[in-house]
């Protein structure tokens, strides 16, 4: 099981960056998707995630800003990020939540750096 996380870069406030994270393998089944971030000196942030019936939920600092998707038939996830500020940068980490015979069982992505300069 692999998940390959890309997108990032550096990039102006007010700009926009689309991070994707693509699986490959097999897993168990999948029930949840996405993205934390970690800012050097903090800790990881949930910043947003959707289920398998698109439910999405968001972290007040992004909400309105970023969006969250994926594409079941590509197996990827993708967050959409517009209006970039300099507090958004992080390196950004992908997951895959599933149930392994009735446990938790995460995938993680390598992560993906964003730089957002002011």
């Known amino acids: 099981v692999q998940l390959q996380a890309s997108g990032g870069g550096l990039v102006q406030a007010g700009g926009s960056l689309r991070l994707s994270c693509a699986s490959s393998g097999s897993m168990f089944p999948i029930n949840t998707r996405g993205w934390y971030r970690q800012a050097p000196g903090k800790q990881r942030e949930l910043v947003a995630t959707?289920?398998?019936?698109?439910?999405?939920a968001y972290t007040d600092s992004v909400k309105g800003r970023f969006t969250i998707s994926r594409d079941n038939a590509k197996n990827t996830l993708y967050l959409q990020m517009n209006s970039l500020k300099p507090e958004d940068t992080a390196v950004y980490y992908c997951y895959f939540r599933g149930d392994r015979y009735g446990a938790r069982i995460d995938y993680w992505g390598q992560g993906t750096l964003v730089t957002v300069s002011s």
């Open positions: 959707i289920t398998n019936d698109g439910a999405t």
